[in-house]
């Protein structure tokens, strides 16, 4: 079992900033994966920015540049720093992660999402 909860959404000004975090727990083995995905409304979840365990990062070209994605493995937390918001980033922001279990002695993988948390970008 893991559990993902977000948390530092909120109602902020275009050009402003927000600090989203996302801390897992349960029987985590390893999380290989962490990312940020958004889904505003009547649109597609789509992905904001990825990051490993290694520290290998992918941003969506919407974001680059004004989105910072980092982690903490030791806490098991992510973050996303993201700074001159646009009324065009309002959505429901989900963390998702791809965690290693185990099950039976034998170590499995899956992906677990957050129930997210909404931001919304004034203009």
């Known amino acids: 079992q893991v559990q993902l909860v977000e948390s530092g959404g909120g109602f902020v000004q275009a050009g402003g900033s927000l600090r989203l975090s996302c801390a897992a727990s349960g029987s985590i083995l390893s999380i290989n994966v962490m990312g940020w995905h958004r889904q505003a409304p009547g649109k597609q979840r789509e992905l904001v920015a ?27 937390e992510m973050y996303l720093q993201m700074n001159s918001l646009k009324p065009e980033d309002t959505a429901v922001y989900y963390c998702k992660g791809s965690a290693e279990t185990r099950r039976g002695g034998i170590p499995v993988g899956n992906d677990y999402w957050g129930r997210g948390t909404q931001v919304t970008v004034s203009s």
């Open 50 to 76: 990825s990051i490993t365990s290694d520290g290998a990062i992918n941003y969506a070209d919407s974001v680059k540049g004004r989105f910072t994605i980092s982690r903490d493995n030791a806490k098991n």
